[in-house]
């Protein structure tokens, strides 16, 4: 991936929305909650049609929905074919016409609205520069941006994220991935077997190994060791990429996040 060209980029927006946020919005999806009048989606939309770096837009979701509430400007709206990965493979044959080759797909959730254009551009640009001194470009499969605990809470103070402690420092996860879809499918069962574990322990612990979990629990896991665990294990050559924006690890999944969100987003 040179610096001129350009990523497609995928916006995950199916999820109906019946989980906390429904006690503050009867919005059938979550996307579609109202921000100052738009739907939560728009506003993760304007911040990648102003990343130069992003090309042909997809939403997989509710079509027809989708496209009442959106003021479309050629995205492309997929309708969703199954679960998670099901919509990944199937959003990125769309985009590309298949799903093979090096091309490389930018997967954002719908539940970001303050990320903007400079945020995404800066994850995409580092993404670029460790490709670079991995003896790139298509070197690395997968990039996940991480936020440090600092950098969260000086963004956004008093909120409450879920952090995981590595040998570096405190982080939360990114809400997107840069990837190569042609990885997808070819680990395709694997990714099915991680997802299927996530919430399972002992299943994870057995699939990752018991080394990985053990540097876990005493805080002894670096990033460098969740890449090589992930390589070794899911045969996917990923990078995690620590990010300065706070806003792309600020998904709104409760009321109190919705209500942040609205008051930031009404000063823009």
């Known amino acids: 991936m040179s610096t001129q060209s350009t990523v497609a980029a995928l916006v995950l927006a ?17 996307a579609l909650i109202e921000i100052e009048g738009r739907p939560m989606v728009a506003y993760v939309l304007d911040a990648l ?16 929905e989708l496209e009442a509430a959106l003021d479309l400007q050629g ?20 985009l590309r016409g298949d799903a093979g080759g090096a091309d490389r797909l930018l997967v954002v959730t719908s539940d970001i609205p ?4 400079e ?17 790139g470009p298509g070197k690395l499969d997968a990039f996940y941006p991480m936020v440090s605990r600092e950098a969260s809470e000086a963004r956004f103070p008093n909120q409450r994220r879920t952090y995981v402690s590595l040998r ?38 057995r699939l990752l190994g018991l080394g990985f979990i053990v ?8 990033a460098a060791d969740i890449e090589r665990v992930v ?7 990923g990078a995690i990429i620590e990010v300065p924006y706070a806003e792309i690890g600020f998904d709104v999944d409760k009321p109190e996040d919705l209500e942040l969100a609205r008051r930031v987003l009404a000063r823009r």
């Open 75 to 94: 995205e492309q709206l997929i309708a969703p074919v199954g679960n998670l990965l099901d919509n990944l493979e199937h959003g990125a044959r769309v």
């Open 215 to 222: 540097k876990f629990l005493m805080r002894r896991l670096s």
């Open 14 to 30: 199916g999820a109906p929305n019946r989980g906390p946020l429904a006690s503050v919005s009867d919005a059938p999806y979550e």
């Open 119 to 135: 945020a995404i551009e800066d994850f995409l640009e580092r993404c670029r520069a460790r490709d670079r001194a991995a003896g």
């Open 49 to 64: 049609r102003q990343a130069p770096s992003v090309g042909r837009i997809g939403i997989v979701g509710p079509v027809a």
């Open 168 to 205: 570096e420092g405190v982080y939360t996860g990114g809400n997107c991935v840069l990837l190569s879809p042609a990885v997808l499918l070819k680990q395709r069962a694997m990714f099915e077997q991680a997802v299927a574990l996530r919430k399972d322990p002992v299943g994870m612990a």
């Open 114 to 117: 303050m990320v903007t254009a």
């Open 231 to 237: 390589r070794q294990k899911l045969g996917i050559h």
